[in-house]
């Protein structure tokens, strides 16, 4: 049996998580992440934090497949093979822009 390949989505705002609910779309197995806790509680329930066409009855099938998991800035316990960052750009504070990527 071929291994499924694992893929990690930083940030599950609009493009993230139409990114990562693609990807498990597919069959790839997707760990997101996000810092906002109320949000991956909806996502990992199936429901998107905003609307767009189609995506709620795709992301409750990939997350009852078992194809995506969303987790609170947890992405490096993901152990995926391929990762991509989808980020906010809408802030003022230039400080906090890394601060998913920071290990303490």
């Not at 949000?39 to 995506?55: A, C, D, M, R, S």
Request: net charge positive; with cysteine; charged share 20%.
């Amino acid at each position: 049996m071929k291994k499924q390949t694992k893929i990690s989505v930083i940030g599950a705002g609009y493009v993230g998580l139409c990114t990562a609910v693609g990807f498990s779309n597919k069959g790839y197995r997707v760990v997101t992440s996000d810092v906002d806790d109320k949000k991956v509680t909806k996502i990992n329930q199936g429901f998107p934090p905003f609307h767009e066409p189609g995506l709620q009855e795709k992301l409750k099938d990939s997350v009852q497949k078992g194809n995506l998991k969303c987790l609170v800035n947890q992405t490096e316990k993901a152990q995926t093979r391929s990762q991509t960052c989808s980020r906010n750009n809408n802030f003022t504070n230039y400080q906090n822009f890394f601060s998913p990527f920071r290990h303490n």
